[in-house]
């Protein structure tokens, strides 16, 4: 295990751990576990670099949804001089909609074109909300809020949270990430991260993980989402461990990717994320990450 240095170099890793887990677990999206084995038989019967392909046919080093709206998000937040305000977030949410991009999600789509017809910059409480959307763009908000008190912490959150995804098992799951990197980037401890995870469930069984039963083939549904993240980060001791574990279940795999990536990078730093990957990613992604992750470093 490499262990950090610095709240900056840890943030970094998350940024580029985002970005990473995103590009990898893309190749595999919607395969299942069976059929990833079957696909890279030749590789030993696991997905483990970034190749690109997959669904979308991205080439090489080319990331989704998850990263280029953290990136929005964050480009926003950033000119905004450290305010996350709902407006500014739907406004870039949109911006990057209309860019035409490779991948957007249903709920994504559906509630920002609700936000160009009334000019709301929140959607409607919904119980059908409840996908990861809102959970794999929080890093900037993350990164932003270290050190906060609680209730500016939530509602940064949930500013920009809410443009797409009105949903309180949402906003449980969001905010339980977002205390997990800020104990992995102020050098907590492995207790107190898994205590963290483990307090979620407690306040919503929905989220329950099992640490003998994998959660594989996780849908788009949040608590999928992040059980499967959760095994997989717990059972294992690298970042490159955890990331190979948690996209090889398939599904959803570019998100638990992201999500992974995030607090995996948050934990073991960027030393601890394996070069070649970050070598394969699309470098203006790499250098914006980067960017990123210092400027909202600083502010916090």
Known sequence: ????????????????????????????????????????????????????????????????????????????????GGKVKALTAAHAFDSWMRSKPIDIG???????????????PEAPVSEHDAGNGAVMRLLPVALL??????????????????????????????????????????????????AEARALESRYPEYAWSTTRRQENPSAYVAHTLQAVFQAFFATDSFESCLIDVVNRGGDADTTGAIAGVLAGAWYGRRGIPPRWINALDRSIVRRCVEQAERLTCLS
């Open 106 to 120: 249903n709920t994504v789509r559906r509630n920002l074109i609700l936000f160009r017809q009334t000019g709301i």
């Open 1 to 80: 295990m490499t262990t950090p240095d610095s709240r900056a170099e840890r943030a970094t890793g998350a940024y580029l751990g985002l970005a990473v887990g995103d590009a990898l677990g893309a190749t595999v999206e919607f395969l299942t576990p069976g059929e990833i084995r079957r696909n890279f038989a030749r590789e030993g019967g696991e997905h483990k670099e970034i190749i690109g392909g997959g669904w979308l046919h991205l080439k090489a080093g080319q990331i989704t949804d998850d990263t280029a709206m953290s990136l929005a998000l964050g480009e926003a937040i950033l000119a905004s």
């Open 145 to 194: 809020t270290v050190g906060r008190d609680e209730a500016e912490i939530v509602a940064a959150f949930k500013a920009q949270a809410h443009v797409t995804h009105n949903n309180p098992l949402s906003d449980a799951g969001g905010l339980c990430l977002i205390h997990l990197v800020h104990i992995a980037l102020q050098s907590g401890t492995w207790n107190a991260l898994k």
